[in-house]
């Protein structure tokens, strides 16, 4: 499956952003899917993941309660609607399709086998 991560931009500390991930060439429903974002100079973390049927998500505790993860399997679109923004929020945003049966696995970012390209997002203070 192709992944492709839109959405990002600079917003200020307290603004939102809603990031999207159009998906294409195989079977959107199938897949497990998540959002992870990487720093400067730190490694990929986990953000958020949902269901195949969109029943499900979750969250790092980092973004619970500000962010949320949602998708339209009609559309094949994933979305992140990001709220109260932080300095710390500032890392480009992947997009990931992974095959899991295990929520363990969610969170782990070598656990999935697709991946979009990356949208920047950057919070100002």
């Known amino acids: 499956v192709q992944l492709q991560a839109s959405g990002g931009g600079l917003v200020q500390a307290g603004g939102s952003l809603r990031l999207s991930c159009a998906a294409s060439?195989?079977?959107?429903?199938?897949?497990?899917m998540g959002w992870f974002r990487q720093a400067p100079g730190k490694e990929r973390e986990f953000v958020a993941s949902i269901t195949r049927n969109g029943d499900n998500a979750y969250y790092a505790d980092s973004v619970k309660g500000r962010f949320t993860i949602s998708r339209d399997n009609a559309k094949n679109t994933l979305y992140l609607q990001l709220n109260s923004l932080k300095p710390e929020d500032t890392a480009v945003y992947y997009c990931a399709a992974g095959d899991l049966y295990y929520l363990r696995t969610h969170y782990q970012a070598g656990a999935y086998g697709y991946w979009g390209q990356g949208t920047q997002v950057t919070v100002s203070s």
């Open positions: 060439g195989r079977t959107f429903s199938n897949y497990i």
